[in-house]
């Protein structure tokens, strides 16, 4: 009789602990979609800047989740030191090495170079891998500033609507932008999920031009031929630029591609066991912030000193182009507190568990996160954060394979570039340039820039599959 009535209270015991812990998976699962909720309130109804507004969300999940206050604070510092640590260096050597390149006429060199060998007929082609080349030391913005006069020039050369020759390029800077470090989205994204950036590079090349070629070229002809755009009214009638003065394509490529080189060597040095005497070596020039240091010395020298520029000048220049770098490692460490919410208060592990459940690979669960994020708030940065942070904090994720989150890492970035409309910078920006209107810019920015996202989250999502 004691032992049935023993057994009896152990069963009782369980099903309390049991009961115990469905509430409080209840209440975290209810504290983190009031949390977002909030936040996409605070960003667009209430126009918040997105820093505060991550902050705030953050602290609201761990207050309702039931965390300890002084839980929250750790997660907080936590997440700020952790994340900027791994990028903080990454974005201001990234951000001085291009604006070095913007200076110095590379930019345009390297386009003007591809359009005299594709020739006009396939002058798309190489506005769209120009685009892709550039956008990987350089911001979106400012590569579009730099080269879209090449598209004008074309399309008055040509006759054809400039959305034959801008999408293509539109397409390739999108991708560079999205896809391949030392740009800050995959680097951000990568540091969150720990995967070295040597795999991140290769599988963002391999997403990346299958997304510009779908996206750039081929969507370019389709809509170029489907919708004509004049010039813009301000377009000068001389648009060509003076090629004596620019540097040469070789030195220019030649410099950008140093960092990816150094840092895809030290993954491969890794790997091959007949390189293990001089591994060491690789890994110290491979560590990103030393390729990215080498590159930008050389840029300073090859592309500043030796074409005129005084230390001053140049010195000036990069401290300038620190200034916009601010706020982008404000909001990313503010991501990371995210994620560091979302994982110490025990979502991550409750989210981990759904999934499996639900048996959808952590690659679509990656796309489609950013991808509402990034509808409902606009922001690409903020879109890779969140879903970083979520995937993150999953419990599977320490266990996956490096190609496996070089590939998750992508698929974020995919999400993070889909759909963008009236709430993204970027869209008034192509349509200010362009001078188009609004439903113009939905049937041409908007449908290139999910080919760009979707086509590259498809090649990710396809190569986890040999992971």
């Known amino acids: 009789m004691m032992h049935i009535m023993e057994t009896a ?16 998976s209840g209440r975290l699962i209810a504290a983190a979609l009031i949390g977002l909720a909030l936040l996409l309130f605070l960003i667009i109804k209430a126009k918040l800047q997105a820093m505060i507004a991550i ?6 999940i761990g207050v309702m989740g039931g965390m300890p206050l002084a839980d929250i604070i750790q997660s907080v510092n936590t997440g700020i030191g952790n994340t900027l640590k791994g990028i903080a260096l990454l974005v201001g050597l990234g951000s001085m090495f291009g604006a070095i390149l913007e200076i110095s ?24 891998i120009t685009g892709l080349v550039i956008a990987m030391p350089v911001f979106f913005d400012a590569g579009l500033i730099i080269l879209i006069p090449l598209a004008f020039s074309l399309a008055k050369k040509t006759k ?42 290769m599988v963002g090349v391999l997403c990346g031009t299958a997304a510009m070629i779908i996206a750039g070229p081929v969507f370019g002809r389709y809509i170029g031929n489907k919708i004509f755009v ?18 040469s394509f070789g030195m220019v490529v030649g410099i950008i591609l140093i960092p990816l080189f150094l840092i895809v060597l030290n993954t491969v040095s890794g790997a091959v066991p007949a390189l293990a005497g001089v591994q060491p070596f690789f890994a110290f020039i491979g560590e990103p912030f030393m390729a990215l240091t080498i590159a930008t010395v050389a840029a300073m020298i090859m592309l500043g000193v030796k074409r005129g520029y005084s230390w001053e000048e140049l010195e000036k220049v990069m401290t300038k182009s620190l200034e916009p770098t601010g706020m982008i490692l404000l909001v990313t460490a503010c991501g990371g507190v995210l994620r560091y919410v979302l994982q110490d208060s025990g ?9 499996s459940s639900a048996s959808l690979p952590i690659v679509i669960i990656a796309f489609v996160v950013a991808a509402l994020v990034r509808v409902s708030v606009g922001s690409a940065t ?13 419990p599977g994720i320490a266990s996956l394979s490096q190609l496996h989150l070089a590939c998750i890492t992508a698929a974020v ?27 113009t810019t939905l049937k041409s920015w908007t449908i290139m820039e999910t080919l760009v996202g979707g086509s590259g989250f498809v090649v990710a999502l396809l190569i986890s599959m040999f992971a």
């Open 382 to 394: 903020v879109a890779m954060t969140m879903a970083a942070g979520i995937v993150a904090a999953m």
């Open 230 to 247: 004049a010039l813009p009214s301000n377009v000068s009638e001389n648009a060509d630029y003076d090629e004596s003065k620019l540097p």
């Open 413 to 439: 970035a995919g999400g993070a570039t889909v759909m963008s409309h009236f709430n993204d910078s970027g869209f008034w920006l192509v349509k200010s340039l362009l001078q188009i209107d609004e439903k």
């Open 105 to 128: 006429g590379g930019a345009q060199r390297i386009a003007l170079t591809l359009v005299n060998r594709f020739g006009d007929d396939k002058a798309a082609w190489a506005l769209g």
């Open 160 to 201: 054809r609507s400039t959305l034959y020759y801008a999408i293509p390029l539109l397409a390739g800077l999108a991708v560079g932008h999205a896809f391949i470090p030392p740009t800050p989205g995959p680097i951000l994204v990568a540091t969150m999920l720990g995967v070295d950036l040597g795999w991140v590079i």
């Open 347 to 355: 979502l991550g592990e409750i989210i981990g568990t759904a999934v």
């Open 9 to 24: 209270g152990a069963a009782g015991a369980v099903a309390a602990a049991v009961q115990t812990q469905e509430i409080q």
């Open 55 to 60: 902050i705030i969300s953050a602290v609201a």
